[in-house]
């Protein structure tokens, strides 16, 4: 089995094993009542995340696995520059990648532009898991371009790519999920990672609350950049009060439309 099958088979098992526990999680015990049903936007959710995977195997050439292999046989960006050891190369790659997805998803907030493709993600008018994955698809291939750059500047190892990749596509759906850990665990786990109660605020229709906590994964950033909301001010409402037609925010045609209405 080469690489890149390897690969596949352990982005598609982690993928699988995560989606089918926590959407078990969110059965069993649900953190808030869903204004929709799940059939509804779990279409449109799955579909956006179904189109998108198509969109970038057609239009991005290779894979961030490909480029962090390219710039290991060439000794280009950071690390393969300084010939770093295995072990900072690996950590300094896994970290700095999330830092890049964090500041990435402030861009993506302050440019107009940028903000409306993002606003596919906010419209969902509840959270759970499948928003994890909810994008527009020019915003995937926004970010895998971003991320190809990334790796190709820190010289990153194959090795730090992988798991970046695995951790952060388990990350995105488990700090969207519609639970919350224990009371005693939550704030022990947030210390480090970035939790469904912290991301939830993240969705707030509250402009204020919706610019903070823009982690992905480590809930650092937030903390060190100031952009970190422990929790909602009051009763917290997810959406964007814009939008709240269902036959746009919750269909497939119409989110893939909505960046151009
Ligand atoms: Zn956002
Ligand atoms: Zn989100």
């Known amino acids: 089995m080469g690489l890149t099958d ?22 069993l015990a649900p953190a808030r009542q869903l204004k929709l049903a799940r059939a509804q936007r779990w279409g449109a959710n799955l579909g956006l995340a179904l189109v998108s995977t198509l969109v970038v195997r057609v239009l991005v050439p290779g894979s961030a696995i490909a480029v962090a292999m390219v710039a290991a046989d060439e000794g280009w960006g950071l690390f393969n520059r300084l010939q770093a050891p295995a072990w900072l190369a690996f950590l ?24 409306r493709l993002h606003a596919v993600h906010h419209a969902d008018p509840d959270f ?12 995937i291939v926004l970010s895998v371009l971003i991320k190809l750059a990334a790796v190709a500047v820190l010289g990153a190892p194959v ?73 909602p001010r009051g009763e917290l409402d997810i959406g964007l009060a814009d939008w709240r037609d269902r036959r746009i925010i919750a269909t497939l045609p119409g989110t893939l439309g909505m960046p151009f209405r």
């Not at 990749?165 to 947030?190: D, I, K």
Request: hydrophobic share 55%; glycine share 4%; with cysteine.
């Open 128 to 139: 759970d898991l499948t928003t994890g994955i909810r994008f527009h698809p020019i915003e």
């Open 159 to 231: 090795a730090a790519v992988l798991a970046f990749e695995v951790v952060l596509n388990a990350t995105a759906m488990f700090n969207h999920a519609n639970v919350s850990l224990p009371a005693w665990l939550e704030p022990w786990v947030r210390r480090f990672l970035v939790t469904p109660d912290m991301h939830r605020v993240h969705h707030s229709v509250i402009e204020a609350e919706r610019n903070s906590n823009y982690g992905f994964c480590l809930s650092l950033w937030d903390r060190l950049l100031g952009t970190y909301t422990p929790a």
């Open 6 to 27: 390897f690969e596949l088979a352990l982005r598609i098992g982690v993928f699988l094993g995560v989606f089918a526990a926590l959407a078990s999680w969110e059965q």
């Open 92 to 115: 300094g790659a896994v970290v700095l990648l999330d830092l890049i997805v964090y500041l990435q998803h402030v861009l993506f907030h302050s440019v107009p532009l940028l903000s």
